[in-house]
């Protein structure tokens, strides 16, 4: 295995290549809801060990980069695939779990070169950034060409928050972007259809950080109306938690992951191989 780096200031991403040097055409990029690269590295090692190539890329965080969550330029994505290209890859895939699953589908949806896009507990909404004006024009979490998606504000979504703990006698981060999700509408729906290849929403009933269920359903009826000409699944699991991926973060915080621990990790093991499967019969 060989590995390559790439910093956003010189290439326009910030990545580490893994290159499994197999001859294999493919590639897949992968991101975390996480800003660096120290997650998407372990994912990197993890596939590149069974045989493909991925590039572990990191949209946040980096010299150069957004420091938060407010008007990420998608064309860092443009700038990697084009990058990747160059290296012979010709499929180019893209795989995120939480705010990295759904920053993968948005990438995607502007990216033409990706052909394959596997999320684990996803959003399906854009939603309004982070930071002030100072930082960026664009309010929304992301933005393409310096243009600003459609997005769900915030608006009074603390209080809302706080409402919602004392209607259900209780404290959870699933009430706070339930209420946000909630506000959203077609409008400002990740426009998935631009997407040009297969997707692979996984997602847990028992979610307890982000609607991801609900919204991979909202997403497959919108592919569904738009007519969308590839392939796409939705695979819900009963048993696993918000944290599908197979390097889970923050366990500590989810009640499930405690209450259930072993439960929890079938469940990853199993997103594990649904990932490898919809590798193993990727084409364009």
């Known amino acids: 295995m060989k590995k390559e780096t790439y910093k956003y200031i010189k290439h326009g991403f910030e990545a ?15 991101i975390q809801g996480l800003k660096g690269l120290d997650l998407p590295e372990k994912y990197a090692q993890l596939f590149s060990e069974k ?19 407010r008007a990420i330029p998608l064309e860092q994505f443009q700038a990697a695939t084009d990058e ?13 779990n939480s705010k990295g699953g759904g920053m993968a589908l948005l990438a995607a949806s502007v990216v033409p070169d990706i052909s394959l896009v596997i999320v684990a507990s996803a959003f399906g909404h854009i939603m309004q950034g ?18 600003d998606f459609p997005y769900v504000e915030r608006g009074k979504l603390f209080s809302d928050f706080l409402k919602r703990c ?8 699933l009430y706070f ?22 997707i692979l929403l996984l997602t847990s009933t028992h979610d307890e950080s982000v609607p991801a269920k ?7 009826k919108r592919l569904k109306r738009e007519n969308f000409r590839h392939n796409y699944r939705h695979i819900n699991s009963e048993i696993g938690s918000h944290n599908l991926g197979y390097f889970p973060v923050n366990n500590n915080m ?18 594990l191989d649904l990932i490898i499967r919809a590798l193993d019969a990727w084409c364009v």
């Not at 580490?16 to 992968?30: F, G, K, S």
């Not at 004392?166 to 981060?173: C, D, H, P, S």
Request: hydrophobic share 25%; glycine share 10%.
């Open 130 to 147: 982070t930071g002030s004006p100072s930082e960026d024009p664009c309010k929304a979490m992301v933005s393409f060409k310096g243009e």
């Open 177 to 198: 972007f339930d209420e946000w999700d909630k506000r959203g509408t077609e409008k400002n729906e990740i426009p998935v259809e631009r997407i040009g290849g297969d």
């Open 16 to 30: 580490i290549l893994y290159d499994a040097e197999n001859d294999d055409d493919r590639l897949l990029i992968v």
């Open 254 to 271: 989810l009640p499930r992951e405690k209450k259930y621990p072993n439960e929890c990790q079938r469940a990853r093991e199993e997103t």
């Open 51 to 69: 045989g493909y190539s991925t590039l572990a890329m990191s949209y946040y965080g980096g010299e150069g980069q957004k420091k938060t969550i």
């Open 84 to 96: 990747m290209k160059k290296h012979g890859y010709k499929r180019i895939g893209i795989y995120g």
């Open 214 to 220: 609900r919204d991979a359903e909202l997403l497959c």
């Open 166 to 173: 004392v209607k259900e006698k209780n404290i959870r981060l």
